[in-house]
C-alpha cells in the first residue's frame, strides 16, 4: 500500500493544535501537512499557508506534497457565526465544496469533516438524542453542519468519496483556547480557575451541554478513521457522546481541587443556542459500527484540565 500523506486544513485551531502531533506519531513528521490561515508562532513541522476558499490554491497544496487524506477543520463555530451569519455560511460551505471536490477529482482516499451537536435543533428530542432525528438548526453554524453532512452523504453516494465524519460535543482541552463556540466556557473556566481567579459564565447555572475531552476526541476520530469502510453504515455523521454536565457541575468538580473558587452566572445570546441543543447524545450506532466507548468523566477531565494546566500557568 503507498505511502499516506495527511493534510489537516484548519491546523492552528482548537482540535488541529491536539490532532496534528499525533497524526504525525502516526503516519510520520513528513506525511502530515499542516494548513491555516497563518502561520503558527511555534514551528510545528510542514505547514502551508492556505485559504481553503480559493480553490487553485488547494490543489496546488494536494498535488505537490501528494496528499492521501484530507483532515478539513477549518469552519466559523457557532457564536462568531452569529456576529455574521452570511460571511460563516459562505466560509464553511465554500471551504467544504473546495474539499469535496479536490478529493473527487485528485483521488484523495479517505475525508474527515466534523459535524457537531449545533446540527440539532428544536424538534430533536434533548435527552438521548438519537442518530436519526429531525435536524432543524438554529444557528447559521448548525445549518452550515447539516450542509454538511448531506453533501459528505452525496459525494459518497454519487462518487464514492470515502468521506467520515462525527457529530463533536463542545470539545473540552487545554492545548489551545476555543475559537468561538457556545461551549467555550468548559475551557475558559479551568484558565480562571488555576489562576486563582472567579469565573464568569455566559451560560445559567443549570445549562447541561454534551462535552467531550481531547484526548477522547482524538482517539474517536482516528478510530473512525482506521475502521474498515465496510464498518462504516453512517455517511452523513455519527453521534459522539463523552460527558454531559451543566456549569454548576464542573465548578463543583473543580472546587474539589480550589474550595475557594467561585462562578457567576451572567447569560448571554448564547444562552439561547446552548437552550436549542441536546442535553445528552445517544451514540449508540458509533458504539455497534466502530467500537466507539468514551473514557473521560467529569472528574478525570477536571484532574487532566487542572493538572495540565497548573504547569502551563506555572
Ligand atoms: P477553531 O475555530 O479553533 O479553528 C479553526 C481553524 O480554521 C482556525 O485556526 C482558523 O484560522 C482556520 N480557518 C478559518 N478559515 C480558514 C480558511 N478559509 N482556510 C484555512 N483555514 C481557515 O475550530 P476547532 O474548534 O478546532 O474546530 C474544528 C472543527 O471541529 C470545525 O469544523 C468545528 O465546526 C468542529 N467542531 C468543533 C467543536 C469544538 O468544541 N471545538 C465542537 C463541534 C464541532
Known amino acids: 500500500m503507498p505511502r499516506e500523506t495527511i493534510l489537516v486544513i484548519g ?11 499525533q497524526l504525525q506519531d502516526q503516519f510520520g513528521i513528513d506525511h502530515v501537512i499542516a494548513a491555516d490561515l ?20 488547494l490543489t496546488d497544496v494536494v498535488r505537490r506534497h501528494r496528499v492521501t487524506q484530507i483532515y478539513h477543520l477549518a469552519a466559523i463555530l457557532s457564536a462568531k457565526g452569529e456576529s455574521d451569519p452570511i460571511w460563516a455560511w459562505n466560509l464553511n460551505m465554500q471551504t467544504l465544496l473546495n474539499v469535496l471536490e479536490v478529493s473527487r477529482l485528485h483521488g484523495i482516499r479517505k475525508v474527515f469533516v466534523p459535524s457537531s451537536i449545533a446540527a440539532f435543533g428544536e424538534h430533536a428530542p434533548k435527552y438521548d438524542t438519537p442518530q436519526t432525528t429531525p435536524l432543524d438548526p438554529a444557528t447559521v453554524y448548525g445549518i452550515s453542519k447539516v450542509a454538511t453532512e448531506n453533501w459528505s452523504l452525496y459525494y ?16 473540552i482541552s487545554y492545548q489551545s483556547m476555543p475559537g468561538g463556540g457556545t461551549t467555550d466556557y468548559a475551557v475558559s473556566i479551568f484558565h480562571e480557575a488555576v489562576q ?14 454534551p462535552m467531550i475531552y481531547m484526548d477522547d476526541v482524538l482517539r474517536a476520530t482516528l478510530e473512525l478513521m ?3 469502510e465496510s464498518q ?15 456549569p454548576a457541575e464542573l465548578t463543583a468538580a473543580i472546587q474539589t481541587y480550589f ?3 467561585v462562578t457567576q452566572y451572567k447569560p448571554d445570546f448564547r444562552q439561547a443556542i446552548a437552550e436549542s441543543w441536546p442535553k445528552t447524545i445517544d451514540d449508540s450506532v458509533a458504539r455497534q459500527d466502530w467500537g466507539w466507548k468514551p473514557a473521560f468523566d467529569l472528574p478525570r477531565l477536571t484532574h487532566e484540565m487542572i493538572t495540565n494546566l497548573t504547569t502551563v500557568y506555572r
Open 11 to 21: 491546523a492552528n485551531g482548537q482540535i488541529g493544535t491536539a490532532l496534528l502531533p
Open 38 to 57: 497563518r502561520k503558527p508562532s511555534s514551528d510545528t513541522g510542514i505547514f502551508e499557508v492556505l485559504d481553503a476558499t480559493k480553490p487553485d490554491r
Open 259 to 261: 474550595p475557594n473558587f
Open 156 to 171: 459518497h453516494k454519487r462518487y464514492g468519496l470515502d468521506v467520515r465524519s462525527l457529530r463533536y460535543p463542545g470539545v
Open 232 to 246: 462504516i453504515s453512517v455517511r452523513t455523521s455519527y453521534n459522539l457522546a463523552g460527558v454531559s454536565f451543566t
Open 196 to 209: 486563582g481567579r472567579s469565573f464568569e459564565c455566559f451560560l445559567a447555572a443549570d445549562t447541561r451541554l
Open 226 to 228: 482506521e475502521a474498515p
